[in-house]
């Protein structure tokens, strides 16, 4: 019998012995020999046929259509760590590292401030906490997105598969927290978000509280624990720094005062000036576009922008255009009024249609 035979032989015979897989592809633990089944006479057929088909195709043709063995220096490609097979954009992007054995391991770069730092403009989708329609919102290739834990529902459960998620799509998690609080800024980091906002800031101290929180030192203050983003960087707590997000909300009326010192804080990486809070900071409840509303956002985006920083703020098609020659860097938005925009125009083409 050849080498090859031989091989078919001793895959089938694994299979008899009750070998199951955790999913395609994927080697799970055989089971007990106590607990073995015969097999049904027709199988026995079957495994012959599949020896000779493996036999004649070099071995290698029933260990792939199985998910059974595969060949010696076989890998699937991978993302960054292999935890699982890369799709999307990212499976192509250039800067995907490698994830052959030996190669060294990089952190994963945030798109977010890759695009800050080239001076390009920043897109952020919200409107989502469920990691499947992530998957689906990756092929608009934005560069963020915005998991929502503040109001929404996402907690430290959940952002392990939602930042994932976003991952694999190369694009950044961006998790709005509940507080300005020093241990609920680090843990959301250390569940694998890699971009942190933190809310209601209003003044220096309380900018100040944010970086100690969101960066390793000397920067911070954040608890030495390596994070998701982290596993097996071997340079993780030098370079973490760069690849984190912090984004600081300016949503009060007295944040607009206090803006000239915050702004002198360093390591946060956008000012985001929140329009609806701060509307009703200013008495003008759920009035977004009251003038005067509108003019105190207008001159706490000019003053950031002044101030050498970034700003970002909550836009829509109408105003993104505008915003963005005022210097905004951080465009932010629901697919919401997407959704509602197509849905409407299909029912009244489909209304039209039944007219004749």
């Known amino acids: ?52 088909a493996l036999a004649r195709r070099g071995g290698d043709h029933l260990a792939r259509r199985r998910g059974a063995a595969r060949p010696r220096g076989h890998r699937p490609r991978c993302d960054r760590r292999g935890d699982r097979t890369l799709r999307g954009p990212a499976a192509t992007r250039p800067d995907s590292p490698s994830t052959s054995e030996g190669d060294h391991v990089n952190i994963r770069p945030n798109r977010v ?25 990756g092929l608009l290739d934005v560069d963020g997105i915005w998991l929502e834990g503040e109001h929404g529902g996402v907690d430290y459960a959940d952002l392990g598969n939602l930042t994932r998620a976003c991952d694999l799509w190369g694009m950044t998690s961006v998790v709005r927290v509940m507080d300005n609080d020093y241990a609920t800024i680090y843990r959301t980091l250390d569940r694998g978000a890699q971009g942190i906002v933190v809310p209601h800031v209003n003044n220096r101290a309380e900018a100040e509280a944010a970086v100690e929180a969101a960066k390793f030192a000397p920067l911070g203050k954040r608890g030495m624990f390596t994070s998701r983003q982290g596993f097996g960087v071997g340079d993780y707590f030098k370079t973490a720094n760069d690849q984190s997000l912090l984004i600081v909300l300016i949503e009060d009326i007295v944040a607009v005062r206090n803006l000239a010192e915050i702004v002198k804080v360093d390591a946060i990486d956008v000012f985001f000036v929140a329009p609806n809070d701060l509307a009703t900071s200013m008495g003008h409840i759920g009035n977004m576009g009251q003038p005067e509303v509108q003019q105190t956002v207008d001159g706490a985006l000019k003053k950031i922008v002044e101030a050498g920083r970034a700003a970002g703020t909550l836009v829509n098609t109408a105003n993104v255009e505008r915003y963005t020659k005022m210097g905004v860097r951080v465009a932010m938005t629901s697919f919401f009024p997407f959704i509602q925009a197509g849905t409407k125009e299909f029912m009244e083409r489909a209304a039209a249609g039944a007219r004749g």
């Open 1 to 52: 019998m050849g080498r090859t035979a031989r091989r078919a032989d001793a895959l089938l015979r694994r299979r008899r012995g009750g070998a199951r897989l955790l999913g395609p592809g994927r080697g799970g633990p055989r089971s007990s020999r106590h607990h073995h089944v015969a097999r049904p006479a027709g199988n026995a057929r079957r495994d012959h046929r599949d020896r000779d």
């Open 113 to 137: 401030k890759q695009k800050l730092a080239a001076g390009k403009i920043a897109t952020i989708l919200a409107g989502t906490n469920d990691p499947d329609l992530i998957d689906q919102l």
